[in-house]
């Protein structure tokens, strides 16, 4: 293994461990539920990207050909996250999760709250028919 690509997977690796810890403080330090959903989806994503290309690189140098795991990995890490990261917030929205008084464009968010369905806005709890009264 050449020193180039050793200083290369070195540096993803370093690269990538970075954004994933600058992701896990932001989660931690972060007050708002919407601001906290970013750091980890955003930093963590880069950074576990980073760790795969490394991965990537060192597989190529050690076998001579690209495995097709790192790239699954990485398709299915850049697919998913946002996605997931988009449904929590939507369901934060339903649950009408509470803002911080600095939160930016919460106009926004109580106009986009007023135009949820009245049937989901308030559902009560279904009791189980099974249970005696």
């Not at 200083?7 to 539920?33: C, K, N």
């Not at 990537?56 to 398709?75: A, F, H, K, R």
């Amino acid at each position: 293994m050449s020193f180039l690509v050793e200083l290369s997977i070195s540096v993803l690796l370093l690269l990538g461990g970075l954004f994933v810890l600058v992701g896990s403080i932001g989660l931690i330090r972060l007050q708002d539920f919407y601001t906290r959903l970013h750091a980890p989806t955003k930093a963590t994503t880069l950074g576990l990207g980073g760790v795969l290309v490394a991965s990537i690189v060192y597989m190529y140098d050690l076998q001579g050909y690209v495995s097709i795991n790192e790239l699954l990995i990485t398709l299915f890490l850049v697919i998913t996250a946002p996605v997931t990261a988009h449904i929590l917030a939507k369901v934060a929205m339903h649950h009408r999760v509470k803002l911080i008084q600095h939160t930016r464009n919460q106009a926004l968010v109580e106009t986009a709250r007023m135009q949820l369905p009245a049937d989901l806005e308030e559902t009560p709890t279904q009791t189980n028919s099974n249970e005696p009264s």
